[in-house]
């Protein structure tokens, strides 16, 4: 993770709770950025999209990433990581200074989502300051916390240098199809050297239910664990659980860190979501990678004919 250039943020975890970050923001320091991730799957019920959510509620001062534009706009897969270039780019678009302190946050209405994304972008890119995400924006909102509404504010343009990307925390489609190859034996599945960890729901896993996208299929890569990112979080207000928490999940699924992990789920948003809980449970300590394709990639590339699409009766 980045090391801090500023102690003014008082900020100490990765995971801070809005008590933490208000006090934070309360003592001014000029360095510290809150940054909104809001941001909706494409088959959202009610149509929201994460723009409109930060017009409606966002932290004064913040400043919006926009998951879908901060990205390989190239590639066919939504929201891939950009270049380095791409990403200076749009942080310095945004105002946003190498050695500044960044506080990712959530779309109020879907608790911890999308942040952990964002939060681990910075990190692939080498960011030099503090690194945090709010658990959560939905409870900053209810705890009744400092909010605006309206676009974003006029922020003065910077020299934003990233690095990176940090290829041990990313994987492909090509190092990732070796992986779930190595979990196949004779059609049956077994886990290899390195654990998948699938963050979409038990049921999209399976391919008992649809993928949100139109025309993937749903199911699963040969070997990897089912882990819904929901059970990750508290049923009611939809921060991620505490570590001794997360450890017990984990450890009941047989995740403990004596191995390397990939996370995946649909494309790479919520797979951060289980990257976080790892990082929050100690686990596999430097030893995590994000596959960024995941299963939208997955799907439209591997073959059931191959048995790199499993599904579960």
Not at 2 to 14: D, K
Not at 94 to 115: C, H, K, M, Q
Not at 150 to 168: C, I, L, M, V, W
Request: charged share 20%; with cysteine; glycine share 8%.
């Amino acid at each position: 993770m980045a090391t801090a250039s500023s102690s003014a943020s008082q900020l100490n975890s990765y995971l801070v709770s809005p008590k933490q970050l208000d006090a934070a923001i309360k003592s001014r320091p000029e360095s510290l950025i809150p940054i909104s991730a809001a941001w909706f799957l494409p088959n959202d019920a009610q149509s929201r999209t994460g723009h409109q959510s930060f017009i409606k509620s966002h932290i004064p001062s913040s400043r919006f990433f926009d998951l879908d534009a901060i990205a390989d706009t190239s590639s066919p897969y939504p929201h891939m990581l950009p270049d380095s270039k791409t990403f200076s780019s749009h942080m310095s678009r945004l105002g946003i200074n190498n050695t500044d302190t960044v506080v990712i946050y959530d779309a109020p209405e879907l608790g911890l989502f999308s942040a952990p994304r964002v939060a681990w972008t910075f990190r692939v890119f080498g960011h030099q300051g503090r690194i945090h995400v709010l658990n959560n924006y939905k409870l900053w909102v209810e705890q009744g916390y400092a909010t605006t509404d309206g676009e974003q504010e006029k922020f003065t343009e910077t020299k934003y240098e990233a690095n990176g990307p940090d290829s041990s925390m990313v994987t492909d489609f090509e190092a990732v199809r070796e992986l779930a190859k190595n979990n196949t034996s004779d059609g049956n599945e077994q886990q290899g050297e390195t654990l998948i960890l699938d963050a979409r729901s038990k049921g999209r896993w399976s391919g008992q239910d649809p993928e949100p996208r139109k025309g993937l299929s749903s199911g699963h890569m040969p070997g990897s664990l089912s882990v819904a990112f929901t059970d990750l979080l508290d049923a009611e207000t939809k921060t991620l659980k505490s570590s001794d928490e997360l450890k017990k999940l984990f450890g009941g699924l047989g995740v403990t860190g004596d191995k390397p992990i990939v996370t995946s789920c649909g494309t790479g948003v919520t797979a951060a979501v289980v990257e976080a809980a790892l990082l929050e449970a100690g686990i596999a300590s430097g030893n995590r990678k994000v596959y960024d394709g995941s299963w939208t990639e997955w799907a439209q590339r591997a073959s059931e004919e191959e048995g790199l699409i499993i599904k579960s009766k």
